[in-house]
């Protein structure tokens, strides 16, 4: 955060381990701000950047430490609406995994140029080709063998 106070310029930077520089001395020279900690064996510099029409706090209002990546509410907001539409993506997908069947009694089978309908509980040693290519009616249900007969 940097403050105009008396006599200049007051800076107040916070590390990602919540160190406070003490001794700061500040550098400009046009949108970049060179910060140089002068520690008491130790120097180190960051280089922060200002926005051109970003100006100096003038009273109690913080500003992002330099170096520091704020995200944006439009990011928040983007990332959150990817997050909902991948999750209702994959309960789509997972349910029509889990049942693949519907609300049907039956399932499409594609056999060649055709389709085949065969029922929920197949027999699976009564061979594709028996069961009918075309879908039963209202009134007609088809058998595990894959004989059509009425309800």
Not at 73 to 82: A, D, P, V, Y
Not at 92 to 100: D, E, G, K, L
Not at 118 to 139: C, G, I, Q
Request: aromatic share 8%.
């Amino acid at each position: 955060m940097i403050r105009r106070v008396d006599g200049g310029l007051k800076v107040l930077l916070r590390t990602r381990f919540n160190a406070r520089f003490k001794k700061i001395k500040l550098l400009n020279s046009g949108p970049e701000i060179w910060i140089v900690y002068l520690g008491d064996r130790v120097k180190y510099e960051i280089l922060g950047y200002m926005n051109p029409g970003s100006h100096l706090d003038e009273g109690n209002h913080a500003e992002p430490a330099p170096g520091v990546r704020r995200i944006s509410s439009s990011r928040k907001k983007l990332r959150r609406l990817i997050l909902i539409a991948a999750a209702v993506i994959l309960f789509i997908v997972m349910r029509q995994v889990m049942n693949p069947f519907g609300d049907k009694e039956y399932a499409e089978i594609p056999h060649g140029n055709h389709v085949h309908y065969v029922p929920k509980d197949r027999d699976h040693s009564v061979p594709l080709s028996r069961f009918p290519t075309e879908p039963p009616a209202e009134n007609e249900r088809i058998l595990p063998d894959g004989r059509v007969v009425p309800k």
